[in-house]
C-alpha cells in the first residue's frame, strides 16, 4: 500500500523525497535544531562560543545522551565526553604544560648557586674562631666543674659521663 502511494507522487517530488533520504546533512540535529558548531571540533570551537552558545550546545548535547548510547555517532561521543569532562570552566588547568619542569630547573638551578656561593664564602673565611679548639672546649668543662654549673643533670651532677662542652675532634 505504501508502495502504490510513492509511485502516484509527482515524479520531481519522488526524486525530492528519494535525495532528502540518501543525501547526509552537514549539521547533526537534536529535535530539528541544528548544533550550533561542528561536533567533529567540538574542543577547539567551544572556548570561542559566548555564554549562551554554549548553554544551548550544552542543552543538545544533553538530549543527545538520552539515545541509545550505541546509535551516536564517535564524533558525538566525543563532544557530549568533552563538553561533560573537558578542560574548561573549572577544569581549566592552573598551570600550563611544562611549569613541573621550569619549577624543577629552577629549584635546582637555585641550589646550585646557594652551593657555589657556600663553597666560595667557606674557602674565602678565615681559620675558626680559638674557641672551636678542643683545649678550649676542655678548659670550659674545667671551668663549669669548678663553677658546680648545671648540678642537676648536667657536667656538675653526679655520674656525669658525657663529653660536657667538647665536640671538636681536633
Known amino acids: 500500500m505504501h508502495l502504490i502511494r510513492i509511485n502516484c507522487v509527482h515524479p520531481h517530488l519522488r526524486t525530492a523525497i528519494r535525495h532528502a533520504s540518501t543525501i547526509p546533512h552537514s549539521h547533526p540535529t537534536v529535535n530539528g535544531t541544528p548544533f550550533l558548531i561542528s561536533l567533529s571540533n567540538v574542543e577547539a570551537q567551544w572556548d570561542k562560543l559566548s555564554k549562551e552558545d554554549k548553554v544551548t550546545t550544552a542543552l543538545q548535547l544533553e538530549e543527545l545522551q538520552k539515545r541509545d548510547w550505541k546509535e551516536l555517532t564517535q564524533e558525538e561521543k566525543r563532544a557530549i565526553y568533552y563538553v561533560a569532562y573537558g578542560p574548561h570552566g573549572p577544569r ?16 635546582l638551578g637555585l641550589l646550585t648557586v646557594s652551593g657555589i656561593v657556600f663553597t666560595t664564602i667557606r674557602s674565602r673565611g678565615g681559620p675558626p674562631p680559638k674557641t672551636m679548639t678542643k683545649e678550649w672546649q676542655e678548659a670550659s668543662n674545667e671551668r663549669a666543674l669548678a663553677q658546680k654549673a648545671n648540678p642537676i643533670s648536667g657536667i656538675s651532677s653526679e655520674g656525669y659521663k658525657g663529653k660536657g662542652f667538647v665536640t671538636a675532634e681536633k
Open 92 to 107: 581549566t588547568p592552573k598551570n600550563p604544560p611544562g611549569t613541573t619542569m621550569k619549577v624543577t630547573l629552577g629549584t
